[in-house]
């Protein structure tokens, strides 16, 4: 930091107001920018008086010519508003600060005062043109995030001020999904009174995009509130399919609680949601799928069963699991193989013997008229195996 800045912020800690002017003195041959920022501490001379608490100084900073009422990153009003000054927040409005001047990723001014509390100062700025309905980067509006927290005084004040009850954000739900989301009884009551809709359709969208975007939290709380899961996104694909394509087995249970259907499939080549869970293991959610009313022998556009997928993916237990909740073991796919064919093909030795353990019709053909011990001709241990009960 240059003399000149580091003689400035002396000047403000010791609330010497004589020294500071002379030091921004137009007149002198280098005067300093009343803008500028105090190097170590990055802020501007009016943050820093705010910062230490240096009000009186902080209200001749913005009389002075050349400042700025405005300072991209550095916003006079959001400070103020910030470090809770409110006369002062309420006489930069006064001079004309832009009422939404809206900081990268950060609330609005208006919402900055809601949130504290400040409704006089909040009106002053709706007085002043501020935007009601203006939206962050994820298309929250002031509205939405005050149901969504249930902040019922903030929704009291945005309806009195006609906010637009409708507006939806990025992932496609407005204020009252988000209130019903966390459970805001009386917002929604409020919402719904003031016109907002609320509709099947938007509380899904809700659901989905929470989900995909990683909000899990309102995702629960939506299925818990009543919410259905058996809907499909713009590919066709239901929400238990999903999960289940992304491994989250703890989500695809609570979406089988809540009443998905898991004798869901894959839009396009009908995989059903336990061909997802037998290919990878997944034995007690099997169970729990097959208590729910899951079909054991539901095949997939090219004949592929739970068994069947169990038995291609090497999944020795999940075969056993299968078979003992009866599961058909001598079903074939498309092509005519049988599982005893699948597992000779991929010399799936210890899958093999537990085949004829549990009785697997080893001489089932398939399409090109072979069985599982036409394709262990070079194979003498999977023949023996193939061949044991013979």
């Given at each position: 930091?240059?003399?000149?800045?580091?003689?400035?912020?002396?000047?403000?800690?010791?609330?010497d107001l004589d020294k500071f002017l002379s030091l921004i003195n137009k007149e002198?041959?280098?005067?300093?920018?009343?803008?500028?920022?105090?190097?170590?501490?990055?802020?501007?001379?009016?943050?820093?008086?705010?910062?230490?608490?240096?009000?009186?100084?902080?209200?001749?900073?913005?009389?002075?010519?050349?400042?700025?009422?405005?300072?991209?990153?550095?916003?006079?009003?959001?400070?103020?508003?910030?470090?809770?000054?409110?006369?002062?927040?309420?006489?930069?409005?006064?001079?004309?600060?832009?009422?939404?001047?809206?900081?990268?990723?950060?609330?609005?001014?208006?919402?900055?005062?809601?949130?504290?509390?400040?409704?006089?100062?909040?009106?002053?700025?709706?007085?002043?043109?501020?935007?009601?309905?203006?939206?962050?980067?994820?298309?929250?509006?002031?509205?939405?995030?005050?149901?969504?927290?249930?902040?019922?005084?903030?929704?009291?004040?945005?309806?009195?001020?006609?906010?637009?009850?409708d507006i939806c954000n990025n992932e496609g739900w407005n204020a009252v999904v988000?209130?019903?989301?966390?459970?805001?009884?009386?917002?929604?009551?409020?919402?719904?009174?003031?016109?907002?809709?609320?509709?099947?359709?938007?509380?899904?969208?809700?659901?989905?995009?929470?989900?995909?975007?990683?909000?899990?939290?309102?995702?629960?709380?939506?299925?818990?509130?009543?919410?259905?899961?058996?809907?499909?996104?713009?590919?066709?694909?239901?929400?238990?399919?999903?999960?289940?394509?992304?491994?989250?087995?703890?989500?695809?249970?609570?979406?089988?609680?809540?009443?998905?259907?898991?004798?869901?499939?894959?839009?396009?080549?009908?995989?059903?949601?336990?061909?997802?869970?037998?290919?990878?293991?997944?034995?007690?959610?099997?169970?729990?799928?097959k208590e729910k009313g899951a079909d054991l022998n539901l095949a997939s556009k090219?004949?592929?069963?739970?068994?069947?997928?169990?038995?291609?993916?090497?999944?020795?237990?999940?075969?056993?699991?299968?078979?003992?909740?009866?599961?058909?073991?001598?079903?074939?796919?498309?092509?005519?193989?049988?599982?005893?064919?699948?597992?000779?093909?991929?010399?799936?030795?210890?899958?093999?013997?537990?085949?004829?353990?549990?009785?697997?019709?080893?001489?089932?053909?398939?399409?090109?008229?072979?069985?599982?011990?036409?394709?262990?001709?070079?194979?003498?241990?999977?023949?023996?195996?193939?061949?044991?009960?013979?």
């Amino acid at each position: 930091m240059s003399a000149d800045l580091n003689s400035l912020k002396e000047a403000l800690e010791q609330c010497d107001l004589d020294k500071f002017l002379s030091l921004i003195n137009k007149e002198q041959e280098e005067p300093i920018d009343i803008n500028s920022t105090l190097g170590d501490v990055e802020l501007t001379p009016f943050e820093y008086c705010l910062n230490l608490g240096n009000v009186s100084i902080a209200e001749k900073i913005l009389d002075l010519e050349g400042f700025d009422l405005n300072y991209k990153g550095h916003n006079p009003l959001r400070c103020s508003i910030i470090y809770g000054y409110t006369a002062l927040a309420q006489k930069l409005i006064e001079k004309g600060c832009n009422p939404n001047c809206r900081e990268e990723n950060k609330k609005s001014l208006l919402y900055l005062c809601l949130e504290r509390g400040y409704f006089e100062l909040a009106q002053l700025l709706v007085s002043k043109g501020a935007e009601i309905n203006s939206r962050d980067e994820n298309g929250f509006t002031a509205l939405i995030y005050a149901a969504y927290t249930g902040k019922s005084a903030i929704v009291d004040f945005l309806l009195k001020n006609k906010a637009l009850v409708d507006i939806c954000n990025n992932e496609g739900w407005n204020a009252v999904v988000g209130a019903f989301a966390n459970g805001n009884t009386e917002i929604v009551e409020k919402l719904l009174a003031s016109g907002a809709h609320f509709q099947e359709s938007y509380a899904q969208a809700a659901l989905l995009n929470s989900y995909l975007n990683g909000n899990i939290k309102v995702a629960k709380s939506l299925l818990e509130n009543g919410v259905s899961p058996n809907f499909t996104d713009k590919k066709s694909e239901c929400l238990l399919i999903v999960a289940l394509e992304k491994g989250d087995y703890d989500f695809a249970r609570l979406l089988v609680e809540k009443g998905a259907d898991p004798n869901s499939r894959t839009s396009k080549n009908r995989v059903t949601a336990l061909s997802f869970l037998a290919a990878n293991g997944q034995d007690e959610l099997i169970k729990f799928f097959k208590e729910k009313g899951a079909d054991l022998n539901l095949a997939s556009k090219y004949g592929n069963t739970p068994f069947l997928r169990a038995v291609r993916e090497n999944q020795l237990q999940t075969v056993k699991v299968l078979a003992e909740l009866g599961a058909n073991i001598n079903a074939t796919d498309c092509d005519g193989e049988g599982a005893a064919i699948i597992a000779s093909k991929n010399e799936y030795y210890s899958m093999a013997e537990e085949l004829v353990s549990l009785g697997v019709d080893v001489e089932l053909i398939d399409k090109d008229g072979k069985k599982a011990v036409s394709y262990a001709k070079y194979d003498s241990s999977m023949k023996s195996i193939l061949l044991r009960n013979r």
